[in-house]
């Protein structure tokens, strides 16, 4: 073996040679079994097919839409054996596999270097792609020891890289907690944990392939516990029962199996024990990801290189940090961003929506922006106003301003190409600049979006930046609006293509295409030939949101010289520098749609961008009271909080139900802004290291096993868990305490799971207000129609404020500390605070951070928030003295 840091050595032939005779040992008996039992068509396969049990069966036919038959697989020289027949659109255990001895590259050399080694890759036998590459470098680099890099790509010719900003290290990390081996014939990764000898990455499970346009790399993975691999609708824990995913941005309500609106290739692993490790493919093409029970995971991509970053954690907090500091850690939003927000496709007018906002004003429930879809516009085109139905729009913004309230609008991605020659700006100067994708013949590609047949804007050019800030500028002239809202930017198109189509060639119509919904690449979207200044649209369509959002965050804070504040639908890695997301157009009738929107939030916390939400009571479809009550409570604590909903169909912000209802509703989001202080240092500590807002639990427990599969209950940061009702017509929940001391929020009295009763350090209290330790259990817990369970960890301090009908009121009012004591009487937390909207507060230093320590001497008391604390006393330190931050104090302490 050749192991990093080491001479140079051949001896990982020998050495794979044994692991794979060991493994065909283990697997000859399990193999004649099925083929007794289950039997096969055609002749028997040969003996090296046999061995290969088939949970590590690497798929050798991946194409969609073929009837795979003996001569098509043997004709790429794999394995084939024909299994039983699994019900339409399931898939399972691949009919045609390689053998061990498929041809693959070998490792021909490699060197030394100052951050790790450089090596070539050859190979000698044809793969059964086009236009396959002979001779690939390989470059190592041991960039943090947490953190790995190893790129593969043509040694010969420059490829399409992903324009990314990532760090630059400058020396080899010194101490890595990972050890690197190499298998030079076939080449192959084998990356272990020291700690643990875990092998986190084997790559010699099946061949690599690396054609122009077909990528393929596979890997055995340590456990089943894999997360992230956005977007998709999903468990949080994905399955691993020949499951692909796929990565292609797509403007399509969430839907189980199909590629949604971003695309995210980073996944997150469980090891046993408690560990945990990431994986991110930094390439933005078409690609798919096949996970199979071995367990194992194959990364197909048609273009671009395979630039893969490894991050050891060892635990899942570090790694979601570890991958930040790659990808960039997300922005600082503005403290109004965290109140109420509330839109609807269908208000109708501006007097309209204006009445919503009084609504919502004369039953005081809190509410920070009035967001409005396309209907402000003039025949929906971007930057326009319905100077019929939206001639007070203005002044509705001046009154929200009025009442420390925000503006939100949207804004699509195609601009109309309709309008007479002089009449629309936003088309004409575009044009004029040459800022729209083209068509291979260099005229501006046009398909058809909302206002009719449109153009879209080449965001991979700087100077569509310009004059995106120029047509936001203009509006804003109008109307102040305070945030944007950017919409169908995958970006989508109601044609395939365009209105000529796309042109034949392998661009659209490559030589693979992944497991796309519609199974095009230009399926409701523009052509994949499309021309843009930085490349192809081929090389770009992942990161058209993305470079949208770049370019409009950069206008915000052009225009109003504040945080900018938008939400962009299609993602890609490093987005949370620039924007928030919502999880797109879910039903507002199905109970399933509230409960996938908490794996939704918690993926796209792994993914670094902590402002997100799903459309609170469902956009598409009338809610019920019921479903709208309970998601109201679940939204409440969506780290972005929007209800929203489409045309058409019953109202439903909190003032459109009944009094009890709407009581409901209102209590909740009062209690999301009394917790504002806490939520916004959480915000900081993502802006600041990458800490997730809205958290899985086993990010808290990694060591307990139960806490892995759970994706009904988050957590917000380390210390508040919320527990929703996802099911209808019942009155109570049961939830997951983990192990430890846990505090109703409503009384800050401790619950138990079952567990037995911790020595107390002072036994003398009473039952009633000691504190009692779950040992990890289900617990039932009441939970009537107007009650959200949630549940305080000791140990915890939380800051709170008396809560207003706004961010800023609720800002102007006594902060409160929540103090909940563990089994040692000892409590922690902290509170960063600024003006809520400047830019880089932190970064200049106009900000206090204040650290809340408490140590209970003394016994007795109930521990009640609200109420006196026992007697003897609490020690508060604060470190440093908040100099500039005034602290209300009650007259007592919580």
């Not at 255990?93 to 030394?112: M, T």
């Not at 490894?310 to 570090?318: C, H, Q, T, V």
Request: charge should be negative.
């Amino acid at each position: 073996m050749l192991r990093a840091g080491e001479c140079l050595e051949q001896r990982m032939l020998h050495t794979s040679e044994l692991q794979l005779s060991a493994l065909q040992l283990r697997s000859h008996r399990k193999s004649k079994l099925g083929f007794v039992s289950g039997g096969w068509l055609g002749p028997t396969p040969p003996p090296k097919c046999l061995l290969v049990p088939e949970s590590q069966r690497f798929d050798c036919y991946p194409e969609r839409r073929v009837v795979v038959t003996q001569e098509l697989c043997e004709s790429r020289g794999c394995c084939f054996i024909q299994s039983p027949p699994l019900a339409e659109g399931k898939q399972g255990v691949p009919w045609c596999f390689y053998p061990p001895d498929f041809p693959s590259y070998a490792l021909e050399s490699l060197n030394q270097t100052a951050l790790g080694m450089v090596g070539v890759l050859v190979r000698r036998e044809k793969a059964y792609y086009p236009r396959d590459i002979e001779k690939l470098r390989l470059d190592v680099e041991f960039e943090t020891d947490t953190r790995l890099h190893i790129k593969i790509t043509d040694a010969a010719n420059p490829r399409y890289e992903v324009p990314l900003d990532v760090p630059r290290v400058t020396k080899r990390a010194e101490n890595p907690i990972y050890s690197l081996n190499f298998s030079w014939d076939p080449f192959g990764v084998l990356l272990q944990r020291k700690a643990t000898g875990a092998v986190l990455l084997n790559t010699t499970v099946a061949p690599l392939i690396f054609a122009d346009q077909f990528l393929q790399i596979s890997t055995s993975l340590p456990s089943k516990f894999l997360y992230g691999l956005g977007e998709h609708r999903d468990s949080f824990l994905h399955s691993l029962d020949w499951n692909t995913l796929t990565f292609w941005a797509r403007d399509v309500a969430p839907t189980e199996s199909f590629n949604l609106y971003g695309a995210h290739p980073f996944y997150l692993l469980m090891e046993e024990g408690g560990n945990a490790h990431g994986v991110f493919l930094l390439n933005s093409n078409a690609m798919e990801v096949a996970l199979q029970p071995a367990p194992g995971l194959t990364w197909r991509t048609i273009g671009g290189v395979l630039d893969f970053y490894i991050f050891l954690g060892p635990d899942p907090n570090m790694v979601i940090q570890q991958y930040q500091q790659v990808i960039g850690f997300p922005a600082m939003p503005p403290i109004w961003a965290l109140g109420f927000h509330l839109c609807r496709w269908g208000y109708g007018s501006s007097n309209e929506t204006w009445q919503t906002v009084r609504a919502m004003r004369n039953y005081q429930i809190p509410q920070d922006a009035q967001w409005n879809d396309i209907d402000y516009m003039d025949g929906y085109r971007d930057f326009t106003l319905d100077s019929q139905k939206f001639t007070s729009l203005p002044s509705l913004v001046e009154d929200l301003h009025k009442h420390g309230q925000r503006y939100v609008m949207i804004l699509d991605a195609g601009i109309s190409s309709t309008s007479p020659h002089g009449s629309y700006w936003p088309f004409d100067e575009g044009l004029r600049r040459g800022l729209f994708l083209n068509t291979t013949k260099g005229q501006p590609l046009i398909g058809q979006v909302w206002p009719g047949f449109t153009a879209f804007p080449d965001f991979s050019n700087p100077d569509t930046h310009q004059w995106w800030l120029e047509n936001l500028q203009h509006f804003y002239a109008h109307v102040p609006f305070d945030g944007v809202w950017i919409d169908m930017n995958e970006p989508s198109n109601f044609m395939d293509g365009s209105e000529d189509g796309c042109p034949p060639g392998e661009l659209d119509s490559p030589p693979y295409t992944p497991a796309v919904l519609g199974d095009s690449l230009s399926a409701k979207t523009v052509c994949a030939s499309a021309e843009q200044k930085a490349s192809v649209h081929y090389n770009l369509h992942n990161l058209y949101g993305l470079m949208e959002a770049k370019a409009t965050a950069s206008a915000l804070v052009r225009i109003r010289g504040k945080r900018p504040f938008l939400v962009s639908r299609s993602t890609f890695p490093s987005q949370g520098r620039y924007s928030g997301h919502w999880l797109g157009d879910n039903r507002s009738h199905q109970w399933k749609d509230m409960y996938y929107s908490i794996p939704g939030l918690l993926s796209f916390s792994l993914f670094g961008i902590p402002l997100v939400g799903a459309d609170i009571c469902g956009f598409s479809g009338s809610t019920s009271e019921e479903l709208c009550t309970r998601w109201m409570q679940l939204g409440a604590f969506y780290p972005f909080s929007r209800n929203h909903n489409t045309q058409n169909e019953q109202a439903q912000d909190p003032t459109a139900f009944s009094p009890a209802a709407r009581t409901a509703m209102k209590d909740v989001l009062l209690t999301r802004y009394s917790l504002l202080p806490f939520l916004y240092t959480l915000f900081h500590r993502a802006h600041l290291q990458g800490d997730t807002v809205a958290r899985p639990l086993f990010f808290e427990f990694p060591r307990d096993v139960a806490t892995w599969e759970l994706d009904r209950q988050f957590l917000w940061g380390q210390s508040l868990l919320v527990t929703p009702v996802l099911e209808p017509g019942v009155d109570s929940v049961t939830g997951y305490i983990p192990q430890g001391t846990w505090y109703d929020f409503y009384t800050v009295r401790s619950i138990t799971a079952f567990g037995p009763e911790p020595s107390h350090p002072c036994p003398s209290l009473p039952a009633q207000g000691s504190s009692l330790n779950s040992s990890g259990e289900m617990l039932k817990m009441s939970a009537p129609l107007e009650h959200l369970n949630l549940h305080v960890r000791g140990g915890s301090i939380l800051p709170t404020q008396k809560p207003g009908t706004t961010t800023g009121v609720t800002r102007g009012n006594p902060l409160r500390l929540i103090v909940a004591l563990s089994s040692h009487a000892t409590a922690w937390g902290d509170l960063f605070w600024d003006d809520g909207e400047s830019l880089d507060t932190f970064e200049k230093g106009n900000y206090s951070y204040v650290v809340f320590n408490v140590t209970q001497v003394g016994c007795g008391g109930e521990g009640r928030s609200g109420g006196p604390m026992a007697p003897g006393h609490l020690e508060l330190m604060l470190s440093p003295p908040a100099e500039h931050l005034h602290l209300h104090r009650p007259s007592h302490q919580h």
